[in-house]
């Protein structure tokens, strides 16, 4: 990942620690002493069986690009393709 300014771990699994699923856990922890690590977020996706669609793809590297231009990671925990509260 040398060079990388933004990465996405997609986790397919919850963790147990509610700061993200377990291979964004390991990959956080083996960046953790590089003196320029990339800017990193965590995207939970196909729980219950959803499908992971090209566009939510083609959304996770749009926020990518914009992290890698501004800084700026906004929530680093998210999930993906979960029904919002009341439908």
Known sequence: MAGTK????MDKSEGFSANGGPLFAETR???YDLKNRP???N???GLG???LKTGDVEN???RLSRIAATGETGPVYVHMGQR???R
């Open 84 to 86: 919002e509260r009341g």
């Open 60 to 62: 996770v590297f749009v």
């Open 6 to 9: 933004a990465v996405a771990v």
């Open 39 to 41: 800017y990193l977020i």
């Open 43 to 45: 995207i939970v996706y």
């Open 49 to 51: 069986g959803r499908d």
């Open 29 to 31: 922890s083996a960046l």
